[in-house]
């Protein structure tokens, strides 16, 4: 009885050894492998039109997912959507999480402008942060100047996908 409780004990031990491993990662690097706590989602619409019509981004932890929504006309969805996932680059992810500064984005309106007044089209970005998120929707291809380096990045990133994937 004693040998089994001996050989019990052992593996125990071992067993707790190998849950605690140490990342290998260095702590300044953590960040280049993930959004780091943090979605970013990205979208661009227009109201009175046919096709793809209405497109979203979503950016969590390494990867990227791009839906296309077709409309039927009159707003309407027709269709399955269609998502493509990839993941993102380590420089991709670095630029993000330099270029989101959370709470400065709390403190945009909701609603800039006229978005998709008179069909131009609205542009959306929504960060979710633990608990707290927060969205800002304007007009189609407005510059948003408190968050410009962002709307740049992922302004890149769906003509990345619009051109791979979404045929005219």
Known sequence: MKIQLFVAIILSTFSFMACEQESQVPDDQQNLKSLDGIVVKYGTSFGMCLGPCKKEMVLAND??????????????????PKTYTEKLTTDYISEVNKNVDFDAFKKLDEVIGCPDCADGGAEWVEIT??????????????DIKEIAPLLKLLREKRIYFEEK???P
């Open 165 to 167: 994937y979404v045929k």
């Open 129 to 142: 942060k633990n608990d707290s998120r927060h969205k800002v929707t304007f007009e189609f291809g407005d």
């Open 63 to 80: 990867e990227v997912a791009f839906t296309v929504y077709q409309n039927s006309g009159r707003g309407t969805e027709g269709g399955d």
